[in-house]
DNA sequence: GCAAAAGTGTTGGAAATACACCCATGT
DNA sequence: ACATGGGTGTATTTCCAACACTTTTGC
């Protein structure tokens, strides 16, 4: 029970000219991107990465990131930078978090805004490979730079939830794919195994998917059917979010 | 099909020298932070706002907000800021979002990163009043200053997905409280209607809810059982969150 | 013919929905 | 007595989970 509240009109406000002089001089900080690129290839989900530039990370794998510019859109950052360390461009990225701990950053204060991506590994090639710019199996990502171990488990994380709810995992398939592949894509990404008829029954029954009347060539077991992801379909349907349950 | 890339080692690697010069110098930005504290009062979702500081925005109200330090951890900035407009101490901040195009402030490129909460307007006593700082109904929040109506609306679609997925909503009424009172929270932040006997079921359900033997006072009609909500054991139970649906 | 994976159906239980009546209280 | 909202039960349907066998292909 607190009591003896002032209203002093005037305390929090401050002029234009206050705001512009903080603005312009001693309370900026270095704002930096990072880009967290998830890939499907091998029926594994891997992360693109780079080794870091600085010594006290010597050996050490890191996130894909740069510094924003005074005069630059944060969204165009992201995909500046992105094609900058990779030479991709036909990339949607999407914000997720933003990491801002005073000593996050060894070259001084440095807060960073992660971005995330799903892409087809076999669909973009990498044009810059600096730094030994490589897809990692996201199994084998442990101990990065920096608080780059924090930043990719906060991204994986939100994939493996947004996977759930959004189709997102066809943009990481051929534009042909069989009921395997996608599994095997749910399965990579949850790091869970699946019933396959329960799988096959979801993924019909949401009627999503159309049959291309064609097989798999070149498998060494029984061709399975192909299909393709019906995109329109999908953005005509409601949302009927409403489901309490926790 | 891209040809001939090539690799050039050491085009992207920047010294630490280098990165910490870039830092100090020309590439800082103003940083700063918003808050958007949800409250729950007369059976309506409420929002604080402030009226806007600037003449530009004369008459239009906007979210708590104010520039982050130099040596300041970023969620350390949200609750002090939030400190400072209201007095309010103990509230847990989420961030939501960070929005970052060039020109969303008339001060100067100031990137600002939301931070979102849930109070009990009955718990927290506002301590200062600056700026005609006071609980606006959200159906009423229409043209904030700035860009934080867009801001807002994130938020406010965030929130009303979180609490479907987790008991969020539970912070917002008195600590004894009816299942009409929750329905009442449920309906005003998912602005829709639920069937009662349905609602009733859902929670009973879930076993979360400790029944308190005690009943509404002072009600004009048939008084309700009073409950609390089982944190402990909501914490004991594991998550079971595989379900893919879109 | 053997290995490997495709393809297929049923059943039981759990949860969601829709719906109608009686009860306790204040006025 | 009446108005208001509390409290309850049931039938229907929909969804999900568990489970085993046959088919097709490459080798």
């Given amino acids: 029970m607190i009591t003896g509240q002032k209203t002093t009109p005037t305390k929090n406000i401050k002029t234009l000219q206050v705001i512009q002089s903080e603005v312009e001089n001693s309370n900026r900080i270095a704002l930096s991107v990072d880009c967290i690129i998830f890939g499907f290839d091998e029926a594994k989900l891997k992360v693109l990465l780079i080794r870091s530039d600085l010594k006290k990370y010597a050996g050490k794998w890191s996130l894909l990131g740069d510094l924003v510019f005074p005069n630059e859109d944060l969204d ?9 360390r990779t030479g991709l461009s036909d990339v949607y990225l999407e914000q997720v978090s933003t990491f801002g701990t005073v000593n996050r950053h060894p070259a001084g204060r440095v807060v960073t805004v992660a971005y995330c991506s799903l892409i087809n590994v076999q669909h973009h090639k ?38 759930q709810e959004h189709p997102l995992g066809f ?10 592949d996608l599994q095997n894509l749910y399965e990579a990404i949850l790091g869970i195994k699946m019933d396959r008829r329960n799988f096959r029954k979801k993924f019909f029954s949401m009627d999503f998917l159309i049959d291309l009347n064609e097989m798999e060539q070149d498998v060494p077991h029984r061709p399975g059917k192909l299909y393709k992801f019906n995109f329109e379909k999908y953005e005509k349907r409601k949302k009927k979010w409403i489901g309490i349950d926790f």
């Fill in 126 to 163: 990498l044009n810059i490979l600096d730094n030994e710019l490589h897809w990692h199996d996201i199994k084998n990502v442990t101990d990065l730079a920096f608080d780059h171990q924090q930043i990719f488990d906060t991204c994986l994380q939100q994939l493996q939830k947004r996977v």
């Fill in 171 to 180: 943009n990481l398939l051929p534009k042909k794919f069989s009921l395997r």
């Fill in 76 to 84: 165009a950052a992201a995909y500046r930078i992105l094609k900058q």
